[in-house]
T-cell receptor, first 112, second 115 residues
Framework: QKEVEQDPGPLSVPEGAIVSLNCTYSNSAFQYFMWYRQYSRKGPELLMYTYSSGNKEDGRFTAQVDKSSKYISLFIRDSQPSDSATYLCAMCSGGSNYKLTFGKGTLLTVNP | GAGVSQSPSNKVTEKGKDVELRCDPISGHTALYWYRQRLGQGLEFLIYFQGNSAPDKSGLPSDRFSAERTGESVSTLTIQRTQQEDSAVYLC?????????????FGEGSRLTVL
């Protein structure tokens, strides 16, 4: 079992839809959870960062972490065509907080 | 420039040749990272530099891979005797030394194709 599992999609939704992206993980030492967005042929950029369990909201984006289930989610409200990208979850432990473990990424297309 | 700069952006080489990939981090960022992104795979950690501390090389896949960093500036990733399985996008990232975990700023990557 890989440390981080992420459904690669592809996921295609109409503009304005609510999008749910998810990752599961197996390493209980993970404490920091991130979502990166990667446009085609570009480097990943940090979208959201969460420490331990709970929710965090930033505009149209909400990140959720459930450590008891080892499950994290990213919700995108009122999705826009500009949200079309690959979304990568990433996580690390407190002891090695520079060494991120990434999911494979989910390719999202938002159709106008 | 304002962001992490990597060169070359694309490199095609023959199996068995050596390649060098360069990363110029954001000015003032003391931490520098190399990751590899193979097709259909997640990013894989390769190596981490933090200031003058010994680098964490635990992610380097074989002794054909090495990396150096000059002070708190440019880094070079070298792959010797390239193999086809080395084909990937090599991503460099930098961050402030005391950053919150995960606040990495990535470059656009060097796409390596080994024929």
């Amino acid at each position: 079992q890989k440390e981080v599992e992420q459904d690669p999609g592809p996921l295609s939704v109409p503009e304005g839809a609510i999008v749910s992206l998810n990752c599961t993980y197996s390493n209980s030492a993970f404490q920091y959870f991130m979502w990166y967005r990667q446009y085609s042929r570009k480097g990943p950029e940090l979208l959201m960062y969460t420490y331990s369990s709970g929710n965090k909201e930033d505009g149209r984006f909400t990140a959720q972490v459930d450590k008891s289930s080892k499950y994290i989610s990213l919700f995108i409200r009122d999705s826009q065509p500009s949200d079309s990208a690959t979304y990568l979850c990433a996580m690390c432990s407190g002891g090695s907080n520079y060494k991120l473990t990434f999911g494979k990424g989910t390719l999202l297309t938002v159709n106008p | 420039g304002a962001g992490v700069s990597q060169s070359p952006s694309n490199k095609v080489t023959e199996k068995g040749k050596d390649v060098e990939l360069r990363c110029d981090p954001i000015s003032g960022h003391t931490a520098l990272y190399w990751y590899r992104q193979r097709l259909g795979q997640g990013l894989e950690f390769l190596i981490y530099f933090q200031g003058n501390s010994a680098p964490d090389k635990s992610g380097l896949p074989s002794d054909r891979f090495s990396a150096e960093r000059t002070g708190e500036s440019v880094s070079t990733l070298t792959i010797q005797r390239t193999q086809q399985e080395d084909s990937a996008v090599y991503l460099c990232a930098s961050s402030l030394g005391n950053t919150v975990a995960g606040e990495l700023f990535f470059g656009e990557g060097s796409r390596l194709t080994v024929l």
